[in-house]
């Protein structure tokens, strides 16, 4: 099976290499670039695809119409595979700005380095210095949150919560604690 492959969103001839269903149609599968959450699934035609990629909201086909899936997102990134007739859309919230797997994706590098270290990397010297370093570090980032919180000061506050998220995430490698853990116990805080 081929891996998946982006989709330029900005070069519609790029819809003509999209394989389709005996009906006409592709899988949709929606997921969240920040977490990676599968949303909801939709089916598409041509038509609804070129319409999802030139407005960068989700169209989905029922029956004879084109609809509007959710207005409330925006298509980030679309993926595809030759092999297949379904695409992944990686959508966000309008009000975030961040795009990718912001997260997973960070870990995911801290992880390699932990796997290959480079010398240079500040987080192979973070993981090489071992709970004592890491640890402090997290103490010192906790406290900075606490005092940029204590000022009102937003950027600050954003920068430091930041920071105190990458030393989380160093620990979290450095134990071999897989983030998908920390995803599932902050979902059974929803309940």
């Known amino acids: 099976m081929s891996t998946l492959k982006p989709l330029e969103l900005s070069l ?14 592709i899988l949709a599968i929606i997921q969240d670039c920040l977490e ?14 070129e319409k999802t990629i030139t407005s960068k909201q989700v169209w989905s086909c029922q ?22 007739p379904m695409v992944i859309i990686g ?8 795009s990718g797997n912001t997260l997973s994706g960070l870990f995911d590098v801290i992880c390699d380095r932990r796997d290959y270290p480079q010398l240079e990397s500040y987080t192979c010297k973070l993981l090489a210095g071992g709970d004592n370093k890491i640890l402090k570090k997290i103490g010192e980032e906790s406290a900075e949150v606490v005092m940029a919180c204590k000022d009102n000061e937003k950027d600050a506050i954003a920068g430091e919560v930041a920071d ?3 030393h989380t995430l ?9 983030l998908r853990n920390v995803y599932q116990k902050l979902e059974s805080r929803r309940k």
Do not use: P
């Not at 790029?14 to 149609?25: A, C, K």
């Not at 160093?170 to 897989?178: F, G, I, K, Q, S």
């Open 164 to 166: 105190l998220f990458y």
């Open 36 to 49: 990676g959450t599968v949303l909801n699934w939709v089916w598409m035609n041509a038509e609804a695809l």
């Open 12 to 25: 519609l001839s790029e819809i003509d290499t999209i394989r389709y269903n005996e009906n006409g149609l």
């Open 63 to 84: 029956e004879t119409a084109i609809l509007l899936w959710n207005s409330e997102i925006t298509v980030k990134e679309i993926r595809y595979n030759d092999d297949s």
């Open 91 to 98: 959508v966000e919230e309008q009000h975030q700005e961040l």
């Open 170 to 178: 160093v620990a979290l490698a450095y134990h071999n604690v897989e």
